[in-house]
């Protein structure tokens, strides 16, 4: 397995968990997709209830039963968690723009079903989703 890991400070962490087939610059734009968020959105803009999101894209072979989705809030540190599966095939068929693209479309999903299962008071998830999705399409470009 590819794995990334590094202690942050920042509000958004993301990487992977994924099979050792999966290439590298598709992990590394795991990674950019963080770097890029914490240059763009500020989470304190949409209130005080979450300080940060540490993003997992699982990007494991549908056979392999050890990582599957969890999400879990931390009300101590007010941090989400959120560990969520990627489609292996369409992932591994992907070019880099078309896995990118696909990364923010995932990214965005899983933020909407966060908002489902995860109530965060004092915080505009809503709000917070739409300037995401607004910001993505700029990084997608960016090769």
Do not use: C
């Amino acid at each position: 397995m590819n794995a990334q890991a590094t202690v942050t400070d920042t509000p958004f962490y993301s990487t992977t968990a994924s099979w050792h087939e999966v290439s590298r610059d598709k992990t590394r734009e795991v990674s950019l997709l963080s770097d890029y968020l914490n240059e763009k959105i500020n989470l304190t803009d949409f209130g005080k209830g979450l300080n940060g999101i540490w993003f997992v894209a699982i990007i494991m072979p549908p056979d392999d039963k050890i990582h599957t989705n969890e999400m879990v809030f931390h009300r101590k540190t007010n941090e989400l968690s959120i560990f969520w599966r990627m489609d292996y095939d369409r992932v591994m068929a992907a070019t880099l723009p078309e896995f990118k693209a696909y990364l923010a479309e995932f990214f965005v999903e899983t933020l909407q079903l966060a908002q489902v299962k995860k109530k965060i008071e004092d915080f505009d998830t809503s709000g917070f989703i739409v300037a995401v999705d607004q910001a993505l399409p700029e990084w997608i470009t960016v090769i």
